[in-house]
């Protein structure tokens, strides 16, 4: 099979688990149930097996499933070596990608750059989900304090490790205001890397899905095909339903937080205004709540501008 992928040239992913389950209870994943608080360990052996095998079957690319990886500070970091280690015997896999645990720490920080030193890193996740204490408190999910988060960007920084921060939009209790403040916030905290935006989705066994989450914060839903990027056989589409709006959060101030957030990725990430922002934020103390709110006003205002001088060609 992986010869005849080879020959169609077809790249080959694996998945590796390393540990099962999760001791956080956030209500939007399933991995919050009961059912999996507890978490087991896959036997080191059989985990160096399967890193070995990864290795010398030349497998490119790996996704450690595991929903806190670090969590096993010691044993965790000795699998990143033997991971390292069959990669210099074999050129092989070209990089892992790692859930990290849930409020990292320094700890954490010191694998990712252990990987990063060693060209096997995809980046280094900060997620906070929102950056509201209420959305957090109704989805059972502590952050990092800001202090912390500010200090393992600065290390990160420092260590050239590249960073992203993901925000799920939709969750219980999240307003339209609530959620620019959060966006900007990261800003303010110095997450100028990238900050992914998902939807939240209605994981069949999450809390968040149950009919009394539902009824409680008047969610509302939308299927929809090939959410996730990526090719697919045109004969069995994939689907997902994630929340179009809930009692905090119409549909049309979901949709205009969505594109608040591409404003942020477009121009604050990909740089086109992010020396602007900054540079007035450090000399002119303009808030990038500020910046941001008011060249979101002018956008809109010009792409109006524009629908209208095409209506009237």
């Known amino acids: 099979m992986l010869a005849e ?36 360990k896959v036997p080191t052996d059989i985990v160096e097996q399967e890193i070995s095998w990864i290795a010398n079957n030349k497998i490119k690319f790996v996704d450690v499933s595991d929903a806190n990886y670090g969590i096993f500070k010691d044993r965790d970091f000795n699998l990143l070596r033997e991971m390292i280690k069959m990669k210099t015997l074999t050129g092989f896999p070209e990089s892992y990608s790692f859930n990290w645990q849930k409020n990292s720490t ?40 800001i202090s912390n988060f500010k200090s393992l960007l600065a290390q990160c920084n420092a260590n050239n490790i590249q960073t992203y921060t993901e925000l799920i939009l939709g969750l219980p209790n999240e307003t339209k205001a609530s959620w620019k403040e959060g966006v900007n916030a990261l800003l303010e905290a110095g997450q100028h890397n990238n ?18 989450s539902k009824k409680t914060y008047d969610i509302k839903s939308a299927k929809i095909v090939n959410y996730i990027s990526g090719e697919s056989s045109t004969d069995l589409l994939e689907g997902i339903s994630v929340i179009k709006s809930t009692s905090t959060l119409s549909f049309e101030d979901l949709v205009d937080s969505y ?33 941001y709110n008011n060249f979101h006003e002018f956008v809109k205002q010009d792409v109006r501008r524009d629908c209208f001088d095409h209506a009237n060609a």
């Open 106 to 145: 320094s700890e954490t920080l010191s694998m990712v750059d252990f990987l990063t030193k060693n060209n096997s890193a995809r980046g280094f996740t900060l997620s906070v989900q929102s950056m509201s204490d209420d959305v957090l408190t109704h989805i059972k999910r502590n952050n990092l304090e």
């Open 259 to 291: 594109m608040y957030s591409w404003m942020i990725t477009n121009f604050h990430s990909f740089g086109w205004t992010q020396i602007i922002s900054r540079w007035l934020r450090s000399n002119d103390n303009i808030s990038f709540d500020e910046f």
């Open 5 to 40: 992928a080879r020959d169609q040239r077809v790249i080959i992913n694996a998945l590796l688990e390393t540990n099962r389950g999760c001791p956080f209870k956030c209500t939007f994943c399933d991995w919050g149930s009961l059912t999996y608080n507890k978490i087991k």
């Open 195 to 212: 900050i992914e935006v998902w939807f939240c989705q209605l994981l069949e066994n999450a809390e968040l899905n149950s009919p009394t």
